[in-house]
């Protein structure tokens, strides 16, 4: 079955970067269109970024300008590097891949911790 691990969670100071790693099994991940989200405390979850299949990136506004989202085929792993981070990043981050083709999907991952304090 699929399964989504994130890693690379942590503690920073505001101003730091982080690169979070989703490793991807149980599927043709080339094949998939990789998201992350995240979900602060008392607040629903929240999209981030998503990477295509051929590469394309698109971003919340909250992550335009600091946050990169990539993909290594050959690893099965999809990242988020997260720059200049914010207090207001502090979350925990969610790797997850949906689609409808052939039929419908929504896989999660566990999360990882990001906090951004002094």
């Known amino acids: 079955q699929v399964q989504l691990v994130e890693s690379g969670g942590g503690l920073v100071q505001p101003g730091g970067s982080l690169r979070l790693s989703c490793a991807a099994s149980?599927?043709?991940?080339?094949?998939?269109?990789m998201n992350w989200y995240r979900q602060a405390p008392g607040k629903q979850r929240e999209w981030v970024a998503t990477i295509s299949v051929s590469g394309r990136t698109n971003y919340a506004d909250s992550a335009k300008g600091r946050f990169t989202i990539s993909r290594d085929n050959a690893k099965n792993t999809v990242y988020l590097q997260m720059n200049n981070l914010k207090p207001e990043d502090t979350a925990v981050y969610y790797c997850n891949t949906r689609g409808i083709v052939p039929r419908p999907y929504d896989y999660w991952g566990q999360g990882t911790q990001v906090t951004v304090s002094s």
């Open positions: 149980g599927m043709i991940f080339s094949g998939y269109a």
